[in-house]
């Protein structure tokens, strides 16, 4: 990573020394600590900052959304929000302040260094998008003639750039809420292994929980990361269809076997495989994309004891999965938004999630030019299917 001139605005001493030092250890300039807000403004007058580490909850008569708001105004640089609450009251303070990205304490450095990242990035993109505005705006000013299809072309990149600044602001809060809960057990769970692990014999079975806790939350992150990265490739429009010939039942030991280590609920899984080949042609990465979600969305919303039914089945062009679960469903007044993106039924409950499978899969789908319906009555059956053409 690219070193980094950065403001750190914190009234904990102990904090803001533990932020020094991850900080520096990646090469980065700390150009000042301030412990209020205005000791904050009088740094930056002096010394120009990338970026600004801001504490939410300062002390003094300016805290940190306000200091935020003379920073954006008067410096124009990223600020990144540090605080030790995720509540929705909290929030909504900061969303009114535009934050580039929004850090949880107590933080480790990998998510600090992903954070600082994507703010950059933010920052970058938005300014890049407001100078081909600025440029835009000379166009229409230069040419009166065609001042129609001026405005007319000028109304579209202000509508993109609408919506590209809102999925970037959901995409950042999403990632932010999705690294809370498993960096928290990762963190708790390794500091408790380390003890354990310096133990006899009867602290196996603590161990063993939680490494599996270990296991489930870096799963979850990973998952998290996919989604985020894959969209960003949609995009970008640099999504392709690569196919290679792969050995199909490779595929599904493989696959069931990841889905089988995820689940975290007392869920089996079956499967019910037809006459298929035993080799295919086809976008194996996008492939499990499809059939990795699938299963796991229905894994994660079926009941204690329950189980999902995964059917392959192939008709000599098309290979046919279905996925069939016995768990909450979606209901019938939400069934047309399930494949928009951050959508999320109002009967998920307290089982995480981002929102973002579903879309994935349809991505996946059209790419492939496959097909793929689904039937769902809530609290009884929910089945998927999903038709992919495919070479032998």
Same mark, same amino acid.
């Given at each position: ?15 803001? +020394? ?30 120009? $900052? ?26 124009? !640089? ?57 440029? @835009? ?12 299809? $001026?405005?007319?072309?000028? &109304? ?16 950042? @809060? ?15 769970? $390794?500091?408790? +292994?380390?003890?354990? $692990? ?32 894959? /969209? ?18 490779? /595929? ?6 990841? !889905?089988?280590?995820? !689940? ?16 295919? &042609? ?7 994309? !499809? /059939? ?17 039914? /995964?059917?392959?089945?192939?008709d000599g062009e098309n290979l046919i999965g279905q996925v069939i679960d016995n768990g ?9 938004? +399930? ?54």
């Amino acid at each position: 990573m690219f070193s980094l001139k950065i403001l750190i605005v914190e009234d904990d001493s102990v904090s803001a +020394l533990l932020l020094q030092r991850a900080l520096e250890k990646n090469n980065h300039q700390i150009i000042g600590i301030a412990d209020s807000g205005e000791k904050a403004l009088d740094i930056l007058a002096e010394n120009p $900052a990338d970026i600004v580490m801001m504490d939410i909850n300062l002390a003094g008569d300016m805290d940190g959304i306000t200091t935020t708001e003379i920073v954006n105004e008067k410096y124009d !640089i990223p600020v990144v929000y540090l605080s030790a609450s995720s509540d929705a009251e909290t929030l909504n303070k900061v969303v009114g302040t535009n934050p580039s990205a929004y850090v949880i304490k107590p933080f480790n450095i990998r998510e600090l260094n992903m954070v600082i990242e994507l703010a950059i990035f933010k920052d970058r993109k938005e300014k890049e998008l407001q100078k081909l505005n600025n440029e @835009l705006e000379e166009k229409v000013k230069q040419r009166t003639a065609e001042l129609y299809d $001026a405005n007319r072309e000028l &109304t579209k990149a202000l509508e993109k750039e609408r919506e590209i600044n809102e999925l970037k602001s959901r995409i950042v @809060l999403n990632v932010s809420h999705g690294f809370k809960t498993p960096l928290t057990s990762i963190l708790s769970s $390794a500091q408790l +292994l380390q003890v354990y $692990a310096e133990k006899d014999h009867p602290f196996k079975q603590k161990i063993m929980k939680h490494g599996a806790k270990i296991e489930n939350s870096v799963r979850a992150l990973n998952n998290l990361l996919t989604s985020v990265l894959f /969209f960003g490739k949609a995009d970008e429009n640099k999504m392709e269809y690569k196919p290679k010939k792969m050995f199909l039942g490779a /595929f599904v030991k493989e696959l069931i076997a990841g !889905i089988k280590a995820g !689940i975290d609920n007392d869920v089996t899984v079956h499967e019910e495989l037809g006459d298929l080949p035993k080799t295919i &042609t086809t976008d194996g990465e996008l492939l499990y994309q !499809i /059939f990795d979600n699938l299963l796991s969305n229905a894994t994660k919303y079926s009941k204690e004891g329950q189980k999902v039914l /995964f059917k392959l089945d192939f008709d000599g062009e098309n290979l046919i999965g279905q996925v069939i679960d016995n768990g909450i469903g979606i209901p019938k007044s939400e069934q047309s938004q +399930l494949f928009d993106r951050f959508f999320r039924a109002k009967n998920v409950g307290i089982v995480e999630g981002s929102g973002l499978g579903l879309s994935i899969v349809k991505k996946c789908v059209e790419v492939m030019n496959g097909q793929i319906e689904f039937k769902s009555d809530p609290n009884k059956e929910t089945v998927f299917k999903v038709t992919i053409p495919v070479n032998k």
